[in-house]
């Protein structure tokens, strides 16, 4: 089975996607063919440093050159074990600020094969925030994009699809730690607040100029920010708190809590928290300096938190420039260009997907006004995904299709969402052809909130799916009612449709699970006939 499911070398080029910054070293290797569809077929990070001691003598430090270009070496060999086509490499503050910045590229340039594109502070933003905003819905709305690197920290304030301030500051983590080093003990107050006051100093014009937009969500996307959400979390699992501070959300409150701990400790009792990254040790404390301070000067009281970042924007760009086929519509977001590129790879049944993506969302919205669930429209939104995608295990066989299906969607690297997003979408195209249980290892291994939503939405792309059996188009429409206090599903059909009929009767267990015992479904089929299920009965004409 491994063989039928592993691509072909010519279905793309293999891309070797690669972000030198302060501190981090991030490749990702992919395959892309000409509908936009990203396999990402690995990736790799290293902490090598390389800003250390360069932010204070302005040079970048041997042993932190040597740590980066041994890292780069394995890189190389990897991506020729790939058979990668081309580079896009960039490289960030570190080596932008160097004297010899661009003696050690040509360096790495040398050794490696590698060209490295030095960008500047304000196109480093710019990327970031076509990285992140991939991974939302189109919105007119003004999000503040920050990125706390090693030695910059980068901000946008834009919209999906325009910025109105791009910025760079510098201060990042590893800067920041050179001119505040924490140390053997611990934190005190008036270190601190000195650190602060710095970040503060510097980015005094850049937060007057954001204060003025009102902006009303922030999101952070650097592993800075992503590794003290993650301390916080645990923080408040471990003392019994139902603070709401989770991997993907943190307060300022839970901010503050987390760096009253981190500051209390010495370097040995930092090392030893839970959660912390050690490779993040002498950093952190700086890092949430420079985050504390941009929540207080603008007024945030929460920070969205996400992995997506530079390397998120350089593959966007790279898609939208390198692959026409994945223009789907000018007003298409990136996960709609992406779910519909892997359909069309797939070369699934667009028609029918479409339709069935419709029924789906009827019944979702006709079944949140009736009372059925109360469920978010970033559900929805999963939901319409899974329904489009939900038949592209097809390509492969008929036989278990929705076996492949998940695996396909599971496997192929789609723009603009998260892994939790993913495994979602997956599973619910699994379940349109099974009925989620505990008996299932893709259904246990969804966390439980998510499981308690895909027994429910399932329903409405099983439904859907049966209500397209003939993919004929055959049924206009599908939505829930209230008639008194029993519900009813209404089904309108433009012609004769007995498969969908038929196939319809199938799910009325679980439709009563969900809507109760005594749920009515009205079928109707022209010329003016319609069945009532569980009577057997025509009602007479009105």
């Given at each position: 089975?491994?063989?039928?499911?592993?691509?072909?070398?010519?279905?793309?080029?293999?891309?070797?996607?690669?972000?030198?910054?302060?501190?981090?070293?991030?490749?990702?290797?992919?395959?892309?063919?000409?509908?936009?569809?990203?396999?990402?077929?690995?990736?790799?990070?290293?902490?090598?440093?390389?800003?250390?001691?360069?932010?204070?003598?302005?040079?970048?430090?041997?042993?932190?050159?040597?740590?980066?270009?041994?890292?780069?070496?394995?890189?190389?060999?990897?991506?020729?074990?790939?058979?990668?086509?081309?580079?896009?490499?960039?490289?960030?503050?570190?080596?932008?600020?160097?004297?010899?910045?661009?003696?050690?590229?040509?360096?790495?340039?040398?050794?490696?094969?590698?060209?490295?594109?030095?960008?500047?502070?304000?196109?480093?933003?710019?990327?970031?925030?076509?990285?992140v905003a991939s991974g939302f819905e189109k919105s007119d709305?003004?999000?503040?994009?920050?990125?706390?690197?090693?030695?910059?920290?980068?901000?946008?304030?834009?919209?999906?699809?325009?910025?109105?301030?791009?910025?760079?500051?510098?201060?990042?983590?590893?800067?920041?730690?050179?001119?505040?080093?924490?140390?053997?003990?611990?934190?005190?107050?008036?270190?601190?607040?000195?650190?602060?006051?710095?970040?503060?100093?510097?980015?005094?014009?850049?937060?007057?100029?954001?204060?003025?937009?009102?902006?009303?969500?922030?999101?952070?996307?650097?592993?800075?920010?992503?590794?003290?959400?993650?301390?916080?979390?645990?923080?408040?699992?471990?003392?019994?708190?139902?603070?709401?501070?989770?991997?993907?959300?943190?307060?300022?409150?839970?901010?503050?809590?987390?760096?009253?701990?981190?500051?209390?400790?010495?370097?040995?009792?930092?090392?030893?928290?839970?959660?912390?990254?050690?490779?993040?040790?002498?950093?952190?404390?700086?890092?949430?300096?420079?985050?504390?301070?941009?929540?207080?000067?603008?007024?945030?009281?929460?920070?969205?938190?996400?992995?997506?970042?530079?390397?998120?924007?350089?593959?966007?760009?790279?898609?939208?420039?390198?692959?026409?086929?994945?223009?789907?519509?000018?007003?298409?977001?990136?996960?709609?260009?992406?779910?519909?590129?892997?359909?069309?790879?797939?070369?699934?049944?667009?028609?029918?997907?479409?339709?069935?993506?419709?029924?789906?969302?009827?019944?979702?919205?006709?079944?949140?006004?009736?009372?059925?669930?109360?469920?978010?429209?970033?559900?929805?939104?999963?939901?319409?995904?899974?329904?489009?995608?939900?038949?592209?295990?097809?390509?492969?066989?008929?036989?278990?299709?929705?076996?492949?299906?998940?695996?396909?969607?599971?496997?192929?690297?789609?723009?603009?969402?998260?892994?939790?997003?993913?495994?979602?979408?997956?599973?619910?195209?699994?379940?349109?052809?099974?009925?989620?249980?505990?008996?299932?290892?893709?259904?246990?291994?969804?966390?439980?909130?998510?499981?308690?939503?895909?027994?429910?939405?399932?329903?409405?792309?099983?439904?859907?799916?049966?209500?397209?059996?003939?993919?004929?188009?055959?049924?206009?429409?599908?939505?829930?009612?209230?008639?008194?206090?029993?519900?009813?599903?209404?089904?309108?059909?433009?012609?004769?449709?007995?498969?969908?009929?038929?196939?319809?009767?199938?799910?009325?267990?679980?439709?009563?699970?969900?809507?109760?015992?005594?749920?009515?479904?009205?079928?109707?089929?022209?010329?003016?006939?319609?069945?009532?299920?569980?009577?057997?009965?025509?009602?007479?004409?009105?």
């Open positions: 089975m491994a063989a039928i499911l592993t691509p072909p070398r010519g279905t793309g080029r293999v891309i070797a996607f690669i972000d030198l910054g302060s501190n981090s070293l991030r490749l990702l290797v992919a395959r892309i063919n000409i509908q936009g569809v990203v396999k990402v077929l690995n990736e790799a990070k290293q902490m090598v440093r390389l800003g250390e001691g360069a932010f204070i003598h302005h040079h970048l430090q041997p042993e932190a050159m040597e740590r980066t270009l041994e890292t780069l070496r394995s890189f190389a060999d990897m991506c020729q074990g790939y058979g990668v086509e081309e580079y896009i490499a960039v490289a960030t503050a570190a080596t932008r600020d160097a004297v010899n910045g661009e003696e050690f590229l040509a360096e790495i340039r040398r050794e490696t094969g590698i060209d490295f594109t030095v960008i500047s502070g304000k196109e480093e933003a710019r990327l970031i925030w076509r990285g709305t003004l999000r503040l994009y920050l990125d706390i690197g090693g030695g910059s920290t980068e901000i946008a304030a834009a919209s999906t699809d325009a910025y109105q301030v791009l910025d760079s500051l510098k201060i990042g983590c590893v800067r920041l730690a050179n001119i505040f080093p924490c140390g053997e003990k611990s934190v005190s107050a008036k270190q601190y607040e000195a650190m602060q006051m710095y970040v503060r100093n510097e980015g005094v014009h850049a937060f007057r100029r954001l204060a003025d937009l009102n902006i009303p969500q922030i999101v952070a996307s650097s592993g800075t920010a992503q590794n003290l959400a993650q301390i916080t979390e645990l923080m408040n699992r471990n003392s019994g708190s139902n603070a709401p501070d989770t991997a993907q959300t943190l307060t300022y409150r839970g901010l503050c809590r987390c760096v009253k701990e981190l500051c209390s400790r010495t370097r040995q009792e930092r090392a030893e928290m839970p959660g912390l990254n050690i490779k993040r040790l002498d950093v952190i404390i700086p890092g949430a300096a420079i985050l504390q301070t941009v929540l207080e000067e603008l007024n945030f009281d929460t920070v969205s938190i996400t992995s997506r970042g530079l390397r998120d924007g350089m593959v966007t760009e790279y898609v939208e420039r390198s692959c026409p086929g994945a223009l789907l519509a000018p007003d298409a977001s990136i996960r709609e260009k992406s779910v519909l590129g892997l359909g069309r790879s797939c070369r699934f049944e667009e028609g029918h997907s479409r339709h069935v993506a419709e029924l789906t969302l009827s019944l979702f919205d006709s079944a949140r006004e009736v009372g059925l669930h109360d469920f978010s429209m970033e559900v929805r939104e999963l939901l319409r995904y899974a329904a489009l995608l939900h038949d592209v295990g097809i390509f492969i066989t008929f036989s278990n299709h929705n076996v492949h299906s998940h695996y396909l969607i599971s496997n192929s690297e789609l723009l603009g969402f998260t892994d939790r997003e993913v495994r979602f979408i997956a599973a619910l195209a699994f379940f349109h052809r099974a009925k989620p249980s505990k008996k299932h290892r893709i259904f246990n291994e969804l966390e439980p909130s998510a499981r308690e939503v895909v027994k429910v939405v399932s329903v409405f792309l099983t439904v859907a799916e049966a209500l397209d059996k003939s993919h004929m188009s055959a049924v206009a429409s599908a939505r829930f009612a209230r008639q008194k206090k029993k519900c009813v599903l209404e089904v309108l059909c433009k012609m004769a449709a007995p498969l969908e009929r038929g196939r319809l009767m199938r799910c009325e267990d679980r439709l009563k699970k969900l809507c109760g015992n005594d749920m009515q479904i009205v079928f109707e089929e022209p010329p003016a006939r319609h069945f009532i299920a569980g009577t057997g009965e025509m009602p007479a004409a009105e």
